[in-house]
C-alpha cells in the first residue's frame, strides 16, 4: 500500500510592524533608515499616515503605504475619535504585530487604536513635546499631567516601550530614562558618510544658517532681530533662512513676513533638498528654539558637517550641545544674548573652527548616527517580538 504524501509544513507568516505618524514628508525626511532597517529583520513593514507627495520614496524602502486622512492641526476630539476608528481596522487588516506611533498626536491616535483592536506590543516614539513642552505656565503643567495620565494609563499595556529624544520629556511624562519600559535615542540619527565637515567659508562674515520648518516657535523672528542687533554693534553677520512655511502648522510664519525679514543681512531662500551643500557654504547652525523639541534634526546635520551651533538652552538642544563644546547655548526668546553669542563668534575664527570640530566628534561617538539610534530601536522590536 502507497504510504501518504508527505504534507508540506506551511510557511510561518512574517510578523508584522506598522507605523503610525500625521504626515507621510515626515517620515520621508526622517525614519526612512528605521524602515529599512525593519525590514532587514524580516518584518513586514506598513506606514499608516496622511499621503500627500512622499508615497514613492517610502514604497521605495520595501514599505506598504497606507493612506490615512487625519489633519494633525485639528484638536476636534471627534474628530480624532473617528480616525482612531478608522486605523484600528486598519490595524487589524494587517495583522500588526508591533504598532510604533511616532509624535504627539500619532499616540494618541495610533495608541487609542492599538487598543480598539486588541494589540499590546506598541511603541509610543515622542518627538518632542511642542507647545506642552515649552510652556511654564499653568496651563503647560496642567497639560503634561493630562498626557502623563493617558500615555501611562489608558493607551499604554505591559508591552508597551517608549522612545525618547532627550531625558527631559521622559521625566515631563512621569517616566524614569533608566526604567527598561524607556529608551533615549539620538534624535532620529543622521548619516555621516552623507553629512561630512567641508572647508569653511573665509571670513569675514560670519555666515550663520537656520535650517527649520519655519515657525514662531523655532525663534527664526530671534534669530532675525539678533542678527540685527549684531550688525548693529559693528559685527560682520549674514544670516541665511532655509526652509518653508507650514500651513498645518497654527505657528506658521507667512510667506509675506518671512520676504519682508529679507533686508539688512538676512536672506529667506525658502527649503532646499541639499541640506549638505548649505552647511559647505556657512560657519554656524543656529536654531533659537522656544522649546518643544524632540532633538532637531538640523542641528544633527551641521554638527556632523563640523559647523560649530548657537541653540537655546531647552530640552532637546541642551541634550546634544553643551555650551562652550559643540557650540553656544542662550536662553530662548532672548535676542540680546543671541546677538551677544554672534559677535563672540563673529571675532573669533579659531572657536568657530574648534566647535564645529567637536560637534562632528560628537555626532559620531555620543549615539547621534542612524547607525546608533536603528540599532537601539531594532532591539526594542526584538524585545517586544521576543516577550
Wanted: hydrophobic share 45%; proline share 7%.
Amino acid at each position: 500500500m502507497d504510504s501518504e504524501p508527505a504534507r508540506e509544513t506551511p510557511p510561518t507568516p512574517m510578523r508584522s510592524l506598522v507605523f503610525v505618524v500625521t504626515e507621510d514628508w515626515f517620515f520621508a525626511s526622517h525614519f526612512l533608515p528605521m524602515a529599512r532597517a525593519a525590514i532587514g529583520m524580516g518584518l513586514s513593514v506598513a506606514v499608516v499616515t496622511r499621503v500627500r507627495a512622499h508615497r514613492a520614496v517610502i514604497e521605495a524602502t520595501g514599505a506598504r503605504v497606507v493612506p490615512l486622512e487625519a489633519e494633525r492641526a485639528s484638536l476636534n476630539p471627534m474628530a480624532a475619535g473617528y480616525a482612531a476608528g478608522q486605523l484600528a481596522g486598519i490595524l487589524k487588516a494587517l495583522n500588526a504585530d508591533i504598532v510604533h506611533c511616532i509624535a504627539l498626536r500619532s499616540i494618541l491616535v495610533g495608541g487609542t487604536a492599538a487598543a480598539m483592536a486588541g494589540i499590546p506590543a506598541r511603541v509610543y516614539a515622542l518627538t518632542g513635546l511642542g507647545l506642552v513642552g515649552a510652556r511654564s505656565d499653568r496651563i503647560g503643567r496642567a497639560a503634561r499631567l493630562g498626557l502623563r495620565g493617558l500615555i501611562r494609563g489608558p493607551l499604554a499595556s505591559a508591552r508597551t516601550r517608549f522612545l525618547f529624544e532627550n531625558p527631559d520629556d521622559a521625566l515631563a511624562l512621569g517616566l524614569d530614562p533608566s526604567e527598561r519600559s524607556v529608551t533615549v535615542i539620538g534624535g532620529a540619527g543622521v548619516d555621516c558618510e552623507t553629512f561630512q565637515p567641508q572647508p569653511l567659508p573665509p571670513t569675514p562674515p560670519l555666515k550663520v544658517a537656520v535650517v527649520a520648518r519655519m515657525l514662531w516657535s523655532k525663534g527664526i523672528d530671534v534669530a532675525v532681530e539678533a542678527t540685527r542687533l549684531a550688525r548693529a554693534r559693528g559685527a560682520a553677520v549674514e544670516l541665511a533662512l532655509f526652509g518653508a512655511p507650514d500651513p498645518s502648522n497654527r505657528r506658521s510664519i507667512d510667506a509675506a513676513t518671512l520676504r519682508d525679514w529679507s533686508r539688512d543681512g538676512v536672506a529667506w531662500h525658502g527649503p532646499t533638498e541639499d541640506v549638505a551643500a548649505v552647511w559647505a557654504g556657512q560657519h554656524v547652525a543656529c536654531l533659537p528654539s522656544r522649546g518643544g523639541e524632540g532633538l532637531p534634526r538640523s542641528l544633527l546635520e551641521a554638527g556632523a558637517c563640523g559647523r560649530a551651533l548657537i541653540t537655546t538652552d531647552v530640552p532637546g538642544c541642551r541634550s546634544l550641545v553643551r555650551d562652550g563644546i559643540e557650540g553656544l547655548l542662550v536662553p530662548p526668546g532672548d535676542a540680546p544674548a543671541l546677538a551677544d553669542a554672534l559677535v563672540r563668534l563673529s571675532g573669533d575664527s579659531a572657536l568657530v573652527a574648534s566647535l564645529g570640530a567637536a560637534a562632528r566628534t560628537r555626532i559620531e561617538s555620543g549615539g547621534f548616527t542612524e547607525a546608533a539610534v536603528t540599532d537601539q530601536v531594532c532591539a526594542v522590536w526584538r524585545d517586544l517580538l521576543d516577550a
